[in-house]
């Protein structure tokens, strides 16, 4: 069974930094596509980043291209999320999403596995 687990999230002022962890259990990095997605109060779901191992691609949504930056560490089966600049705007839940890597049409589509979120907040 597929399960994500983000955590990391709080309070931060406007301008500084967070770093975000997903704890993938049931899969293995090498054979899925994994990212972060969030979403923020009335608004819908949006795609933040994505990566594939299989394939090497890598997605980033506009709005936090140059700011944010996606990592995973194989061994721990751990994806990050380094958020820095912060901007009210990035206030969210943000959560973790997953598909097999066969599956992967790429730019954060088609996530069929979905972990609980963690709630980010920047303060102006």
């Known amino acids: 069974e597929v399960q994500l687990q983000a955590s990391g999230g709080g309070l931060v002022q406007a301008g500084g930094s967070m770093r975000l962890s997903c704890a993938a259990s049931g899969l293995t990095l090498d054979d899925y596509a994994i990212g972060w997605f969030r979403q923020a109060p009335g608004k819908e779901r949006e795609k933040v980043s994505c990566?594939?191992?299989?394939?090497?691609?890598?997605y980033y949504a506009d709005s936090v291209q140059g700011r944010f930056t996606i990592s995973n560490d194989v061994s721990k089966n751990m994806v990050y999320l380094q958020m820095n600049n912060l901007e009210p705007e990035d206030t969210a839940v943000y959560f973790c999403?997953?598909?097999?890597?066969?599956?992967?049409?790429?730019?954060?589509?088609?996530?069929?596995?979905w972990g609980k979120g963690t709630l980010v907040t920047v303060s102006s």
């Open positions: 999403g997953a598909v097999e890597s066969s599956m992967y049409i790429g730019r954060c589509y088609g996530m069929r596995y």
């Open positions: 990566f594939s191992l299989h394939d090497g691609t890598l």
